[in-house]
């Protein structure tokens, strides 16, 4: 047995051992490219993982491991360019830098943030018109992220204000309490009863 440091190349090569006795047969050997990542699918999530993204990029087919911020996952492999994986739970809310390493090496990270579960605090004003159209504060924790905003499970229009703050115009609904759901990157988060419908313009 010999040990040697493979020199730079591309593509399919011969290997050859030489002796004073002659030469070996020659042994099939492929150079991999070093692989690139390109994209996340989605570039942020719950602290507590579980949520499956695609990472795109290049010379992928035969990655072994995605690493997010030290946590190290097995991927499924779709083809030389898409990968599949699971993202494991963050040891805290921030961001982190992931990686995906393959035969042919290791890929520049991409940053990924792992976002606290949302929280409702408040809502103002807490009712308002069947026929919808009402400006609603919602107050909270975590709500940056918001990607919908629901009444009664009927999305309503938004516009996130800072991290605690979210503006919502109602859709139109039934006289009544309704429950009120903001979802983020984190989760979810419930008012039930948090909002009611009255008839009229309401208040």
Do not use: C, Q, R, W
């Not at 994986?85 to 792992?114: R, S």
């Amino acid at each position: 047995m010999i040990t040697v440091i493979a020199p730079a190349g591309t593509g399919a090569v011969d290997v050859i051992i030489t002796t004073a006795g002659g030469a070996s047969n020659p042994e099939f050997y492929y150079y991999i490219p070093a692989p690139i990542l390109v994209s996340l699918s989605d570039t942020a999530g719950p602290v507590a993982g579980g949520n499956t993204i695609t990472l795109k990029g290049y010379n992928l087919s035969t990655a072994t491991s995605v690493d997010f911020g030290g946590n190290t996952v097995t991927p499924t492999i779709m083809n030389d360019g898409e990968i599949l994986v699971t993202v494991p739970a963050g040891a805290f809310a921030g961001p982190v830098n992931v990686t995906v390493t393959t035969a042919g090496g290791t890929t520049a990270p991409i940053h990924y943030m792992y976002v606290d579960v949302p929280t409702i605090t408040s809502l103002s004003p807490t009712s308002g018109s069947t026929v919808g159209g009402n400006t609603v504060t919602i107050f909270g924790t975590n709500l940056s992220t918001t990607t919908s905003v629901t009444f009664n499970g009927v999305l309503a229009d938004f516009g996130v204000i800072n991290s605690t703050t979210i503006a919502v115009i109602t859709p139109a609904g039934s006289a009544g309490a309704v429950d009120v759901v903001v979802t983020t990157a984190g989760g979810s988060a419930t008012a039930i009863g948090g909002f009611t419908y009255v008839v009229g313009p309401g208040i």
